[in-house]
């Protein structure tokens, strides 16, 4: 099993930053896949970024260069950075593990067994 908690979501004006955290702690934790998924009012769920266990980072290309993903697996925590927000990032925030064995990234949220609950983040226009 693995535990997920989001924090550092909120309401912002358009243009601000903010990083959300993902506290992650369990079994192998350190050696799984994470992921920042979130899903946008009345919209599908949408991947953000990935990073696999030894630090390899993906983004979603929407994104890339506004938003930034690491991890720092000494304090169990997974970070997204995300600069330049827009209205349109306006959506629940996710962080996500992948199951046993799932060192990997993965742009598919099917493939990540563990979910947090979410933190909101707000963009006015």
């Known amino acids: 099993q693995v535990q997920l908690a989001e924090s550092g979501g909120g309401l912002v004006q358009a243009g601000a930053s903010l990083r959300l955290a993902c506290a992650f702690s369990?079994?192998?934790?350190?050696?799984?896949?994470l992921a920042w998924f979130r899903r946008p009012p009345m919209r599908d769920r949408e991947f953000v970024a990935a990073?696999?266990?030894?630090?390899?980072?993906y983004n979603a290309d929407s994104m890339a260069g506004r938003f930034i993903v690491s991890r720092d697996n000494a304090k169990n925590t997974l970070y997204l950075q995300m600069n330049r927000l827009k209205p349109e990032d306006t959506a629940v925030y996710s962080c996500?593990?992948?199951?046993?064995?799932?060192?990997?990234?993965?742009?598919?949220?099917?493939?990540?067994?563990?979910w947090g609950v979410g933190t909101q983040v707000t963009v006015s226009s």
């Open positions: 996500a593990a992948r199951g046993f064995g799932g060192s990997d990234y993965s742009t598919q949220g099917s493939d990540y067994a563990y």
């Open positions: 369990g079994s192998s934790a350190v050696n799984r896949a």
């Open positions: 990073v696999s266990s030894d630090g390899r980072i």
